[in-house]
């Protein structure tokens, strides 16, 4: 069965430091997602996106983080220089449509800034 | 802000059925049911949805009252893996992209 895959599973950085989340959604899939978890709180949504660009954010979704699909598989997740309130699990989804369609997600990438 | 009620915790036993329960008052005819859960240390992990029509597949199954402001997943045979949080989360089709979460319920199964 297809999966959504992501990477690093866990990636510890220090405080204004750059990262790059990364992602492999579902091949035939058309809209890509990322939402987060602080430990221990809800699932927030940060970004959707579809045919290269931006189709919804949320207000956490701040000049510091970018969305990129570099190539015709990945999707990545970057964050110019983190911050300490940014230590959470990452969770990347796809899904072929945006109307009924449920979305698929993938294991997480925890991310600890220090 | 979530639009949906769900109780905080529930407990069942293992083998036996599960109604989850959620209330969602304020739906809009747009908006479609999802359920969501998300197992210990994993990601979401899309359930089943419908727009006002009972629905069934693999895992559960989903019924929605006649003025759809409620709803309740069913798990017709609980097992210790069905443990999870279970979200209800109502999207409209014509203006979200995103999946709005609550709180959930987190299911308890007992062996």
């Known amino acids: 069965e297809p999966e959504v895959t992501q990477t690093p599973s866990h990636q510890v950085t220090q405080m204004g430091q750059e990262v790059i989340l990364r992602c492999v959604p579902i091949?035939?899939?058309?809209?890509f997602y990322w939402y987060r978890q602080i430990l221990g709180q809800k699932v927030e949504f940060l970004v959707s996106?579809?045919?290269?660009?931006?189709?919804?954010k949320s207000e956490i979704f701040d000049d510091q983080f970018s969305v990129e699909r570099p190539d015709g598989s990945n999707f990545t997740l970057k964050i110019r220089s983190t911050k300490l309130e940014d230590s959470a699990m990452y969770f990347c989804?796809?899904?072929?449509?945006?109307?009924?369609?449920?979305?698929?997600f993938g294991p997480g990438t925890r991310l600890t800034v220090t | 802000d979530a639009k949906t009620t769900q109780p905080n915790s529930m407990e069942s036993n293992e083998e036996e059925p599960v109604h989850l329960p959620c209330n969602h008052s304020?739906?809009?005819?747009?908006?479609?049911i999802h359920w969501y859960r998300q197992l210990p240390s994993q990601g979401p992990e899309y359930v089943i949805h419908?727009?006002?029509?009972?629905v069934n597949n693999r895992m559960a199954s989903l019924a929605i009252a006649e003025d759809r402001k409620s709803s309740t997943l069913i798990l017709h045979r609980a097992t210790l893996r069905d443990a999870a949080v279970y979200y209800c989360?109502?999207?409209?089709?014509?203006?979200?992209?995103?999946?709005?979460w609550g709180a959930g319920t987190k299911l308890i199964i007992k062996p």
């Open positions: 989804a796809s899904s072929e449509s945006y109307r009924d369609d449920e979305q698929y």
């Open positions: 091949s035939n899939h058309l809209y």
């Open positions: 996106f579809y045919n290269n660009e931006i189709s919804e």
């Open positions: 304020t739906i809009s005819g747009t908006d479609y």
């Open positions: 419908g727009l006002t029509s009972n």
């Open positions: 989360i109502l999207r409209d089709v014509w203006s979200n992209y995103q999946l709005i």
